[in-house]
């Protein structure tokens, strides 16, 4: 899909969404975050608002925070 295509859709679901009193609550941010000491990749969930997520690394443990 190309980007216009997926914004008209966007509109079209939040148009019906409308139309239904539907409402649309904005859900928790997932940030794709890298170790810093072991190089893994970690799926961390952020609430909205919320730009530092601190987290531990799923292979090596370490602690630390999302940038």
């Given amino acids: 899909m190309s980007k216009e295509s997926m ?3 966007a509109d ?4 019906e969404a409308m ?6 609550k904005q859900g928790d941010t997932r940030i794709e975050a890298t170790c810093g000491k ?7 969930s952020a609430a909205p608002g919320q730009l530092r997520v601190p987290f ?5 443990g370490q602690k630390q925070t999302t940038l």
Avoid: P
Wanted: charged share 50%.
């Fill in 7 to 9: 914004r008209e859709e």
């Fill in 12 to 15: 079209r679901l939040i148009k």
């Fill in 19 to 24: 139309e239904k009193k539907i409402t649309i």
């Fill in 38 to 44: 072991c190089g893994g990749k970690n799926r961390v």
């Fill in 56 to 60: 531990a690394c799923k292979e090596c």
